[in-house]
């Protein structure tokens, strides 16, 4: 049975080139790994296969919707299936565990990358099986820390008792006051931060290549970072499942937040004097 690992987050927080780049490594490991993207798009596994083009799978059960598919950095097999993508909802979805191709790749990892955010009726994609892993991904703005906390809510519900927790993975940030901010998130909702991607040029110079970083950029420090994630992931390291903070509590903290960032932009402390 494969391990299947759920990549979730706010949009335009980097979730696409995380998923990516942890197939690209598992996939440089020697594993055999399958990438599922679900954006309409198809722009989730665009790095990863490169030129390679998206052909409609063979021996699909419904000629209505037609899952894509390529193969793509070290044989890492690409799925597009955002053609089942609904406001946020899947459909059909669950047959992707039964195509034929799919089984004959007999990945032993498949990584999705779930195009809509967490809300108060989110669901993960059907498509698993086993305990899947969460990941969610987050920069340092407000409205991306709402959506994990939103994630951290559902993760407290019956319907996700039967996936695990992998961590927060915080991704492009500029400077250190921003992992202060996340780090202190985390802290106060009791798990963990298993990665820390920095800001880098070379995350732009990948997506002009068509390339993960993995593959355009090897030596490059968050190359190495995304290597180290996926040790946690095949290590399987217990995270702790987190509490969100309820709104009173996210609103005052924010608040705290707002004043700290406000002082050190202008030298004006909460009191009125000048720094």
């Known amino acids: ?15 696409s080139t995380t998923a990516a780049n942890i ?27 490169g030129s390679a083009a998206l052909l409609p799978v063979p021996q699909w059960r419904s000629e209505e919707v037609v899952p894509r598919y390529a193969l793509g950095y070290k044989g890492a097999l690409c799925i597009e299936a955002g053609d089942f993508t609904i406001e946020g909802h899947t459909r059909q979805s669950a047959a992707l565990l039964d195509l034929p191709l799919l089984i004959q790749h007999g990945a032993s990892y498949v ?7 967490p809300g108060p009726y989110f669901s993960l994609p059907p498509a698993c099986e086993g305990v899947p892993i969460v990941l969610v991904v987050t920069s340092g703005d407000m409205t991306s820390i709402n959506v994990v906390n939103e994630l951290f809510r559902w993760l407290n519900t019956v319907s996700s008792s ?14 250190p006051l921003y992992e202060s901010i996340i780090s202190d998130y985390v802290s106060r909702t009791g798990t963990t931060i298993v990665a820390n991607i920095p800001h880098s040029v070379m995350v ?4 002009f290549y068509n390339q ?8 490059s420090h968050n190359a190495y970072t ?18 969100p903070l309820d709104a009173g509590e996210l609103g005052t903290w924010a608040t705290s937040w707002g004043e700290i960032i406000s002082e050190l932009e202008t030298g004006v402390v909460r009191d009125g004097s000048n720094i």
Do not use: C
């Open 226 to 243: 995304y290597r180290k994630l996926v040790r946690h992931i095949v290590d399987s390291l217990v995270v702790p499942r987190p509490i």
């Open 204 to 207: 732009s110079v990948s997506d």
């Open 1 to 15: 049975m494969a391990e299947h690992i759920i990549v979730v987050g706010k949009g335009g927080v980097g979730k």
């Open 162 to 175: 039967n996936y695990r927790f992998g961590g927060v993975i915080i991704n492009n940030l500029k400077g």
């Open 23 to 49: 197939t690209a490594a598992l996939a440089e490991a020697g594993r055999q790994v399958a990438l599922i993207g679900y954006d309409p798009r198809w722009s989730a596994t665009t790095t990863i296969r």
């Open 212 to 219: 993960t970083l993995i593959e355009a950029a090897p030596s």
């Open 111 to 117: 990584i999705h990358d779930v195009a809509w955010e």
